[in-house]
């Protein structure tokens, strides 16, 4: 494990990461424990191995599933594997603006950037990249995790309060089971290693089977946008979905028009060389 830097009078320089004002919640024996949610996936990138581990400490401390990289091709190899990025812009192989860019061409995780270039065209650059929100180094860690909440609120906006009866919780198509208020969905029992932007997407098309969704619909229900035209943004969703599940065939394009379920379950089987 790496050791703290020092400076040249020995003092221990975590002035990026202060003391947590909280300390998690203890439980008493017998006390009820509500069932938890799964924990956020967050990446830290970050070239200053002491500063990375800090805040990867302190992010599990407060309940998320949090790692670290520490240049920007691991970044580009693992970012998909995270629910939240916090990116810090001084990386020691590739610029980290490009990193940014380039995981904000991949799909639409949540990006913090958190370096200390500090000047308004650092910011504005920053955002420019891809970047959801910027913070400056040294920081709060109460401030950051402000930030993260606030990001994760615009992208996963609370759903509205049903007029009349609530969506089913639980919705089966075949072999594929959606669970919305667990967010877990399971292809003949197994569950599938998915983004939330991924498991938004199926829980879409699973919810309405035989409804053919439009661009423009699946950005306004997913995305919260009603522009259908963000790049490749939708394709490489539904690639990346075909890919878990197994096979094209459970997400159908249709041409000129959007994207819609399949049945792929139903469909014949290939003689094997024993019936001809």
């Known amino acids: 494990m ?3 830097a020092a400076d040249p009078a020995g003092t221990r320089r975590d002035w990026r990461i202060p003391r947590p004002l909280t300390e ?4 008493t024996a017998g006390s009820a424990q509500p069932e938890a949610a799964p924990a956020l996936r967050v990446l830290v990138i970050d070239g200053e191995s002491h500063a990375a581990d800090g805040l990867v400490q302190e992010l599990r401390r407060h309940g998320y599933r949090a790692d670290s990289v520490g240049s920007g091709a691991e970044a580009l190899a693992e970012h998909h594997r995270a629910d939240f990025v916090l990116l810090d812009l001084d990386l020691p192989d590739l610029d980290g ?3 940014c860019r380039r995981i904000r061409l991949a799909g639409d995780v949540p990006i913090i950037t958190v370096t200390a270039r500090a000047s308004e065209l650092d910011r504005v650059l920053g955002l420019q990249a891809g ?3 910027y913070v400056v180094k ?4 109460r401030e950051l995790l402000a930030r993260m909440d606030a990001v994760l609120r615009r992208a996963r906006p609370r759903p509205a309060a049903p007029r009349a009866a609530a969506a089913p919780q639980v919705v089966t198509h075949g072999p594929l089971r959606v669970d919305a208020a667990r967010r877990e969905i399971l292809l003949d029992g197994r569950p599938l290693d998915l983004t939330p932007k991924e498991f938004d997407l199926l829980h879409l098309l699973v919810s309405q089977p035989e409804t053919v969704h439009s661009r423009r619909r699946v950005m ?4 919260n946008e009603d522009s259908p035209h963000r790049g490749r943004t939708i394709d490489t969703h539904v690639s990346s979905l075909r890919g878990k599940l197994g096979s094209s065939d459970w997400i159908v394009t249709v041409r000129g028009v959007g994207f819609r379920l399949g049945e792929p379950w139903r469909m014949p089987r290939p003689a094997s060389a024993d019936s001809l």
């Open 24 to 27: 998690p919640p203890r439980t």
């Open 131 to 133: 970047s959801d929100d």
């Open 97 to 99: 603006l490009e990193v």
């Open 220 to 223: 306004s229900q997913v995305w």
């Open 138 to 141: 040294p920081f709060g860690l």
């Open 2 to 4: 790496n050791r703290p």
